[in-house]
Nanobody, 123 residues
Framework: QVQLVESGGGLVQAGASLRLSCAAS????????MAWFRQVPGNEREFVAG????????HYAHFAEGRFIISRDNAENTVYLQMDSLKSDDTAVYYC????????????????WGQGTQVTVSS
C-alpha cells in the first residue's frame, strides 16, 4: 500500500523557517517525480514546488522562488521542502505528491498524495 506521510508543519512567526518532510512507502521511489502543493480552505490546491526523479529538474511556483527549496533523498525515500522567510500568505495545509510526469504542475499529474501537514504563519 502506497503511503506518503508529511511532517514538520507548525505555527511560526513571519520571517521564520520550516522544513517539511515527506516519507514515502513507494516501490521504486527514485523513479517518481515528487512535488509539494498547498491548500487554503475554500481555495483550490496549488502547486508549490516539484523535483524530478534524478533531481535534474527543479521547478517552483512564482511565490516560492527564492524562498523555498525542494530536495529529495532517494536512499531514504524522502522529499523535503525548506521554507524560509515565511509570510502569513504561506499559511495552508501542505501536501506531498508523487507522479510520473516530469515537470508536472497540475494536480492530475500526480497519482499519490499524503494527508497534509498544517503550516500556520502569524504576522
Amino acid at each position: 500500500q502506497v503511503q506518503l506521510v508529511e511532517s514538520g508543519g507548525g505555527l511560526v512567526q513571519a520571517g521564520a523557517s520550516l522544513r517539511l518532510s515527506c516519507a514515502a512507502s513507494l516501490r521504486d521511489f527514485s523513479t517518481y517525480a515528487m512535488a509539494w502543493f498547498r491548500q487554503v480552505p475554500g481555495n483550490e490546491r496549488e502547486f508549490v514546488a516539484g523535483i524530478s526523479w534524478n533531481r535534474g529538474n527543479l521547478h517552483y511556483a512564482h511565490f516560492a522562488e527564492g524562498r523555498f527549496i525542494i530536495s529529495r533523498d532517494n536512499a531514504e525515500n524522502t522529499v523535503y521542502l525548506q521554507m524560509d522567510s515565511l509570510k502569513s500568505d504561506d499559511t495552508a495545509v501542505y501536501y506531498c505528491a508523487a507522479g510520473v510526469v516530469a515537470g508536472g504542475r497540475r494536480i492530475d499529474d500526480y497519482s499519490y498524495w499524503g494527508q497534509g501537514t498544517q503550516v500556520t504563519v502569524s504576522s
